[in-house]
Each structure stands twice: as C-alpha cells, then as structure tokens.
C-alpha cells in the first residue's frame, strides 16, 4: 500500500516562502501524475497544483498560479511544492496524492496526515 508523507509547513508572514515535500513510498511514484491540494478550515479539500509523471507537464489552480511551483524527483520519491508571495487565504493543511491530471481528481483514497502552513497577516 502506497504511503505519503508530506512535510515542511509552518507559519510564516504574508509574502513569505515555504518549500513542501511529499515522500512516497512505493515503486510506482513514478508512474503517476501527482498533485497538491489543500484543505482550509470549514471548506472541502481543493486542489491546487498537478504534475506529470515525467515532470514536463503541469497545471494550476487560478489562485495559486504564478505564485507556486511543483516539481519532483522520481529517483527519490518526492514531490515538492515551492509556495513565494503567500498570502493568509494560502492557510491550509496540504496534502499530496497521486492524480488525474485531466480531471484534477486524486487517485488514492488513502491521504497521508498533511502538513500545516499558516500564513500571518
């Protein structure tokens, strides 16, 4: 059964940066596209950004773009998030799954615990 864990939250002022990791366990990271989402308090789970598996291709979420890079590294498991100018509507737990890319829908039902980014005004 797949694993992810996805590190690297914290609290930081508006327009600050944080880098988020994603380790998977598993041989078939590579294989799938991968995706970020977030999950604010009272709302549903939305997503925010997609990658191929060969890391080429990507998409966004309007709210994000510009503003947030994904990226990963097969040969390690990981998948990243790189967040710059973040804003307090950017608060949320941040979960990565692997994903439909077309259709911005997670594949696994599993999700890993998250990580927590906090954005102070």
């Known amino acids: 059964q797949v694993q992810l864990v996805e590190s690297g939250g914290g609290l930081v002022q508006a327009g600050g940066s944080l880098r988020l990791s994603c380790a998977a366990s598993?041989?078939?990271?590579?294989?799938?596209?991968m995706g970020w989402f977030r999950q604010a308090p009272g709302k549903e789970r939305e997503f925010v950004a997609a990658?191929?598996?060969?890391?080429?291709?990507?998409r966004y979420a309007d709210s994000v773009k510009g503003r947030f890079t994904i990226s990963r590294d097969n040969a390690k498991n990981t998948l990243y998030l790189q967040m710059n100018m973040l804003k307090p509507e950017d608060t949320a737990v941040y979960y990565c799954?692997?994903?439909?890319?077309?259709?911005?829908?997670?594949?696994?039902?599993?999700w890993g615990p998250g990580t927590q980014v906090t954005v102070s005004s």
């Open positions: 799954n692997a994903i439909v890319i077309g259709t911005v829908q997670a594949i696994y039902d599993y």
């Open positions: 598993g041989r078939t990271f590579s294989r799938y596209s």
């Open positions: 990658i191929t598996w060969n890391g080429i291709g990507t």
